[in-house]
Structure formats: C-alpha cells, structure tokens
C-alpha cells in the first residue's frame, strides 16, 4: 500500500503561480510511475501532466509552457509548478501513483487538494 497526500492548493488571481506537492509514503518512483490530474465538479477527470519512471513527461495541451511537473527522490514528493494560472484551471487537483503488477494496474490516489483561479 502506497499512501499519497497532495498540498499546496488555493486561491490564485490569474497570471499568479502555486506549487502543488504530492509526498508518498516511501520511495516508489523507481516503480511507479507519478502523475497529476484534476477534476471540475460535474466533468471528468483529466489527466494533466505524467512523470514515468524513467523520468519522461508528458502534459496535456491546454497547460504546455505553463505546467512543469518534477519529483525529488530524497523527499518522496512530487511537484506540479503552475504558471501564469488561468480561471479554466480552477479544479481539483489529484496526484496519482501507477505501474503495471503481474499485468494488471496498480493505482493509488491522494485525497485532492482545491485550486481557485479567480479575482
């Protein structure tokens, strides 16, 4: 079992900055791999940016150029830094663990942390 605790929500006006952190309860970056997701009330969750375990990143268009996602090892967290923020980035923002086990998926979700963008 992997426990996984985001913090660093809360409300931004536009064009401002927020870090998000995600610490897990121990060194799993090597077999898992790490990504952030976020979540509208009423919408699906979206994926937003991936870190795998060979440390490729991924994100998804709407926060290329604005979003970088990194991991320091000594600390089990993973960072989503966010710039130059936008009202459509208002959400929930979720961490996420994964790896295939025996071919099948393996998951573990942290309980979410609010971003508001808003004036």
């Known amino acids: 079992q992997v426990q996984v605790v985001e913090s660093g929500g809360g409300l931004v006006q536009p064009g401002g900055s927020l870090r998000l952190s995600c610490v897990t309860s121990?060194?799993?970056?090597?077999?898992?791999?790490m990504a952030w997701h976020r979540q509208v009330s009423g919408k699906q969750r979206e994926l937003v940016a991936r870190?795998?375990?060979?440390?490729?990143?991924t994100y998804v268009d709407s926060v290329k150029g604005r979003f970088t996602i990194s991991r320091d090892n000594a600390k089990n967290t993973v960072y989503l830094q966010m710039n130059n923020l936008k009202p459509e980035d208002t959400a929930v923002y979720y961490c996420?663990?994964?790896?295939?086990?025996?071919?099948?998926?393996?998951?573990?979700w942290g309980q979410g942390t609010q971003v508001t963008v808003s004036s």
């Open positions: 121990r060194n799993i970056f090597s077999l898992y791999n």
């Open positions: 870190m795998t375990t060979g440390g490729g990143t």
């Open positions: 996420n663990a994964d790896r295939l086990r025996g071919g099948k998926p393996e998951a573990f």
